[in-house]
């Protein structure tokens, strides 16, 4: 086992926060732009496949991406799966479009994404992520989600996915009661939401934050964070959350249902036990969003 | 962010597999020896207390350890809470030993660790770990655990637990055919085992061929493999492993005690959603031991 002290970043991406750090090895770097927002590249590693990064934070590897995805549109999907209208906030690689369509009776899907840099890069070099960014029910916009929301219609969609990167740059806005009060607006009475809602451990006070956010807008039962391994993101352990407007309860689906969209599908992370089991928190985690 | 390219190795612990990398932040060295068998070291972290490493592999840290230690005792210990005497390979750091000494009907535990410089470095430096390592019911021997199982008489001990490092160096053993032939024969009828069965994505190659080699001596239906978020373990996924030697599942507990038992001890990982949920499997590792 080789331990280098210093990493050459020709041979290694780095995502830290100061006193934990992720690095990959990689092969080489197929796309670099600094677009108006922020630093798109797109690497080629040694293991994990072709991998995303926005100023050097991993947004997604070919090799564990699905965990992030299957879970985030999976577990609100099985849990109403009659959607027919969704809004996604964010998602420039596409992996949760491709998670969407796989529901034949969602109408439209409108997606908005700030950077057209982030979709270019990823239809360019990440085929299988990016695969149904043109599809026929998807309306892609490149647009801020945030004034997005602000002006959206009441009442307008069954499920709202925030897929965002964390809370940095463009992506800041995202983690702020005043965009979940929009998107708690533009929800159906019997509407839900998924959420990239950061790791417990490597980012706790965003996780903390935001769960407090959410509880707020949403009452606190029905607020649902449920947990994945993400290897290719620093500490491993992330955190989703799931919240419904009615009294929608993720743990209340069909696994007969499930059990045969697996088989129809044959995925890679998400099943019945898993849906289930990602709502089971350690007791610290319980402990650090007052669930305990 | 701050993304430094190089890490002094006075402020950085690196843990690598030449292909994904977790470093983490250090304070200052509190411990250093050469031991016959490996290097031995004692850290300050910036953020997750005390660590523990082996050759420069994360044994533990102050603020993870119990995710490990909780869930590698506390799941064979619920599923039989009969146990009355327990064998333990490895486990110098005594995190082990501290959640068995909560079970009052156990009556001897005999732990084998072969590197004594771990014991006294944890001693010394993790007395929240190795808190129980003068317990009375303990018999402690600074002894190779191989030799020791091939040397013990048959149907000997209720419960084995194998707390080893990774495959290289002195725990290569651990991960072998005729060990495990060893432990079974010292296991009662009604026995079970628990095992560090290594991480499905930073090793994936131990993790197959130890659960293959497990299914082969217990047989393929008794063989349990379950996940733990190990945030400061590369890759934060780790696998554990239950067999017994009987029809024992660790899905069959009682709620209600494991209720009491949390309530009485105030743990940090473990509890009975916990319990159930870490055996179930994303589609990803089911396929990596055949079990889809």
């Not at 879970?71 to 964010?90: A, R, S």
């Not at 998602?91 to 439209?108: C, P, W």
């Not at 945030?146 to 996915?161: E, H, Q």
């Not at 964390?166 to 806005?173: A, F, H, I, L, Q």
């Amino acid at each position: 086992m080789n331990h280098p002290a210093s990493f050459d970043p020709e041979e290694w991406v780095i995502d830290s926060n100061d006193r934990t750090t992720l690095a990959i090895k990689i092969k080489e770097r197929l796309f670099y732009e600094k677009s108006p927002y922020q630093t798109v590249e797109v690497f080629e590693t040694c293991d994990r496949g072709k991998m995303l990064t926005i100023d050097r934070m991993v947004m997604c590897t070919e090799a564990d991406e699905t965990s992030y995805h299957e879970m985030l549109v999976h577990v609100p999907m099985q849990t109403k799966p009659e959607v027919k209208n969704v809004l996604v906030i964010g998602a420039g690689d596409g992996g949760t479009i491709r998670e969407l369509v796989r529901y034949e009776n969602i109408e439209t899907i409108t997606m908005v994404e700030i950077d057209e840099a982030v979709v270019r890069a990823s239809k360019e070099f990440l085929p299988t992520i990016s695969c149904a960014l043109n599809h026929p029910k998807l309306k892609l916009l490149i647009d801020d989600g945030i004034k997005f929301v602000k002006d959206a219609a009441d009442n307008s969609y069954d499920l709202i996915i925030i897929d965002s990167s964390d809370p940095v740059g463009p992506s800041e806005g995202l983690f702020t009661k005043s965009f979940y009060q929009d998107v708690y607006r533009c929800l159906r009475p019997d509407a839900l939401i998924s959420v990239q809602s950061e790791s417990p451990v490597f980012n706790p006070q965003a996780f903390k934050e935001l769960n407090q956010c959410l509880k707020k807008i949403f009452g606190k039962e029905k607020v649902h964070c449920y947990l994945v391994f993400i290897p290719m993101y620093p500490s491993g352990i992330w955190s989703l959350t799931c919240a419904s407007k009615s009294d929608l309860n993720p743990l209340d689906f069909n696994r007969d249902r499930v059990l045969k969209f697996i088989q129809k599908h044959s995925l890679s992370y998400y099943n019945a036990d898993i849906h289930i089991s990602a709502f089971a928190l350690p007791n610290y985690i319980k402990r650090m969003i007052g669930e305990e």
